[in-house]
């Protein structure tokens, strides 16, 4: 058994890139991800997981067809399976993503920003 | 579906009880609970589930049979399923705990401190 505490603000410093999460722990078959946003993500839907956001720093919108969410430092959000959402952020957020191990960042969308999957940091 | 963001002080502020964990969101049947803690717990296990702690405020201790780990704010543990332990806080300490619905905070073990499932705030 690993006997460290897992520090969020250690981990966020270890990677710049945007849209690119990175795995920080596993409980059972879920994953908890860090992710640096700015900018627009991509509509997607992820059709057999909710997916929860938590923001660390800063502020993200979660845009879904009919309205938008605003995220800040200590805030955070479910998204129900199957519906579709972007992602945004006017300056850098910093946020954590937890879901079933092996969800795509993109979802069911094909697009240039889908990231590698289970990168650990 | 619900479109307001979750905010962790606010949902803080609604309660004041040690060691009585509220429900604030469910990601699959998986649930987000705060809890605030102060003094000891009681040594048990989950047999069936890992369990996530990830401090919002103040300062913690989990308590193993052969070491302790510390957890301060933005930081987080995996206490893997079926091993022993015991929290600690010597001042009020706020956090998070991530696991399946239905686990009973002092899993195995027989106890006053055994809290009242699935409370939401």
Redesign the interface.
Known sequence: ?K???????EKLAKFSEHWSPRVI????D?Q?KLVKLQGEFVWHSHEH????FLV?QGEMEIG?RD?D????A?????V??G?EHITRASSECHAMI???RGVINTGEADSVLTAQNNVWI
Do not use: H, Q, S
Not at 3 to 9: D, G, H, P, S, V
Not at 25 to 28: D, H, I, K, L, Y
Not at 69 to 72: G, N, S
């Open positions: 058994m006997t460290n505490a897992i520090n969020l603000a722990a596993e409980m059972n879920y908890f997981t909710d997916e929860v660390v879904f309205c969410v605003v995220l800040r200590g805030e955070m959000f479910v129900p399976k519906v937890i879901e079933p």
